[in-house]
């Protein structure tokens, strides 16, 4: 997974995207943890004092990267704007997630920021080794092509900008290419204390969150 976002960063030094040049920051060091930087903190405990931070839930989705694979995507809390110029988002990111070399792979991603309605869809894309877009409506994103789900209240279309170590996770920047709104009348999904608004319990799933439940 490690080797998979290193692979990216050197293609991007070596071909910029055809839509927009982006300036690519030098490559981070992809490192294990190490002994030293592990904080006497219960695990539980963390995770259960954190969880009490709420926060909006999301669905990171990229294109097929070639004709052997479908997309990509999965549920994600651990979203937040960066950077107003240039526009820039970041999302965190396990680094035993299966999901993310296949992202890296793309090099785009598009950030769907789920409603209030749509906690089944983000349990469907917490869970690992099924089908995911199985009965999922969604079209392109303009620019990067990854699936745009339907009933969202607002998608962010990006380039993989930058991919920095944070502990067990990667830390992802996103250039920002395109976004929208689509439903500004609906109340947001909310994560709170590792379960979904209107959603059974997540302990048991794979949304990714540092403090939460794991990351697929």
């Not at 293609?11 to 904080?39: G, I, K, M, N, Y």
């Not at 996770?169 to 947001?188: F, M, Q, S, Y």
């Not at 999904?189 to 697929?216: N, T």
Request: charged letters at 20%; hydrophobic letters at 40%.
């Amino acid at each position: 997974m490690a080797a998979a976002a290193v692979r990216y960063l050197r293609l991007a030094h070596e071909a910029p995207s055809e839509t927009e040049s982006v300036e690519v920051l030098p490559r981070p060091e992809l490192r294990c943890v190490s002994e030293d930087e592990r904080a006497p903190v219960d695990q539980a405990e963390f995770r259960r004092a954190l969880g009490s931070f709420a926060t909006g839930v999301t669905v990171v989705t990229a294109p097929a990267a070639n004709g052997n694979d479908g997309p990509a995507g999965f549920a994600c809390q651990s979203f937040s704007s960066l950077s107003l110029d240039p526009p820039l988002v970041v999302f965190m990111v396990g680094r035993a997630s299966t999901t993310w070399p296949r992202i890296a792979r793309a090099g785009v991603f598009c950030v769907n920021v789920l409603s209030a309605g749509q906690g089944e869809l983000c349990r469907a894309f917490a869970v690992s080794g099924a089908d995911k877009f199985s009965g999922v409506t969604y079209d392109a994103a303009p620019i990067s092509g990854s699936p745009r789900l339907a009933g969202t209240l607002a998608w962010i279309d990006c380039t993989i900008h930058a991919v920095h170590t944070g502990g067990d996770h990667l830390i992802v920047v996103g250039r920002v290419n395109a976004l929208g709104t689509c439903d500004e009348d609906k109340a947001p999904l909310l994560f709170h204390r590792s379960r979904v608004q209107g959603a059974p319990s997540l302990r048991s799933g794979k949304i990714a969150c540092p403090h939460g439940a794991g990351q697929e």
